[in-house]
């Protein structure tokens, strides 16, 4: 089969299944469908491997796009290409490209044409690029405006040693492709959010990416480390999140969802956590979720000092064809924590597993209703073993080497 015919089957076959569906981002009624959504994606793509020997791993989202070698002509396709509760997130597909050409971040109040930080606080939608390789360094955090993608393939794009990404109050936001780490706390100053607004910020948390009441969100293809507070936060009822194709190391508290116990405008959040590789010096929260309703699928889990995953104030998990290593200490198997309750309390919150793969002695200790209550009825079951799975869909989690004229 030529490579040409191959690339039109894979678009004929799948590209279908993965148009997004362009109702309201409001929180969805019946979460269970979402998920039934996303197995039925994986499970099409899978399909489709048995009969086009191509660049298909798996991977609905990388298969959507990765096996084109014009990606880069044709960059805002990748806004079709999102699963899950933040399927919806189309970030800065129907603006123009606007190409990144100056690492410098020197006045955050009145930023230069040409930078990071003029691109994201523009009123317009943008799909924003970046013209060569580059460090950029903030000198306070990057508050972003809606409709806007950061779109780092073609180039190796860091942003870290510094305050990192703000996502506050804001929709369809896309961050692809970019290595961020060594994220410290800033604030205490003015920072423009707008071309027509600037306002007084106090000290930010030194998060990686934090989410802080915005809808219709996805992050995919980065690589996250070393942070200050979280790799990946989102708290004060942001919703309609999807955390795809990461690969997270060396950091203590990985991934907040859920402001406090206290806080229950949370109980709307819905978050997709998928094909991500948890990986060496990881300690903790990979995520820790309050409230609201957590599908953890197909990650690849290597590396956790303390738990997997965890979460406190009755949050609904739903954990499916993830692959668990536990640590060789004794004490550290249990891939679950329930936080801040006692087990009488806790032994009611609705946690499963379903075709989990776990190894060297982890367990997940499930909770609530169970895998066979009806409160999982309508969640479609993973059919095919996890374990042949999880390591080809997540092989190539974090940012990718895409260069011109090549598939990624």
């Not at 955090?141 to 040693?161: C, F, P, Q, W, Y």
């Not at 190391?249 to 859920?258: F, I, Q, R, S």
Request: glycine share 8%; charged share 20%.
């Amino acid at each position: 089969m030529s490579s040409k015919l191959q690339f039109i089957l894979t678009i004929f076959f799948i590209i279908p299944l993965l148009l997004p569906n362009l109702a309201s981002s409001s929180p969805v009624p019946d979460p269970e469908r979402v998920i039934e959504d996303v197995h039925m994606r994986i499970n099409a793509s899978r399909r489709n491997l048995a009969y086009l020997s191509s660049c298909g791993t798996g991977n609905p989202i990388d298969d959507c796009w990765r096996c084109d070698p014009n990606w880069e002509s044709n960059r805002q396709r990748l806004a079709d290409c999102a699963i899950g509760f933040g399927k919806n997130a189309i970030g800065g597909r129907n603006g123009r490209i606007y190409v990144v050409s100056d690492a410098g971040d020197d006045d955050p109040m009145n930023p230069k044409p040409g930078t990071l930080r003029h691109a994201v606080i523009q009123d317009e939608p943008l799909w924003i690029i970046f013209k060569r390789d580059m460090v950029v360094q903030l000198k306070q955090e990057l508050v972003m405006n809606s409709h806007k993608t950061i779109d780092g393939r073609g180039a190796s794009v860091h942003i870290g040693n510094g305050p990192c990404i703000t996502v506050h109050d804001v929709t369809n936001i896309i961050i692809h492709g970019i290595h961020i780490h060594d994220c410290t706390p800033s604030g205490k100053a003015d920072i423009r959010d707008s071309p027509e607004h600037a306002g007084y910020w106090g000290t930010s948390d030194g998060d990686g990416i934090s989410i802080f009441s915005s809808k219709d969100i996805w992050v995919d293809h980065c690589s996250l480390s070393n942070c200050q507070d979280g790799l990946i936060d989102a708290v004060h009822g942001s919703t309609a999140i999807t955390i795809s194709n990461n690969f997270m190391t060396h950091h203590d508290k990985v991934m907040l969802l859920g402001h406090n116990d206290a806080y229950t405008q949370d109980k709307d959040m819905q978050a997709t956590i998928a094909f991500n590789h948890f990986g060496e010096g990881l300690v903790q929260r990979m995520p820790r979720c309050r409230f609201g309703y957590f599908h953890v699928v197909n990650n690849d889990y290597t590396h956790w000092e303390m738990y997997a995953i965890g979460g406190s104030a009755s949050p609904t998990i739903n954990s499916q064809g993830n692959r668990f290593l536990a640590p060789d200490d004794h004490s550290k198997k249990e891939v679950t924590k329930h936080e801040d309750a006692s087990e009488d309390e806790w032994k009611n919150w609705n946690w499963r597993t379903e075709g989990d793969l776990m190894l060297n002695g982890a367990y997940f200790r499930e909770s609530g209703a169970g895998a066979s209550s009806s409160v999982y009825s309508r969640a479609s079951s993973l059919s095919a073993r996890p374990s042949s799975f999880v390591d080809s869909i997540t092989r190539t989690a974090g940012v990718l080497n895409c260069r011109k004229g090549s598939s990624c």
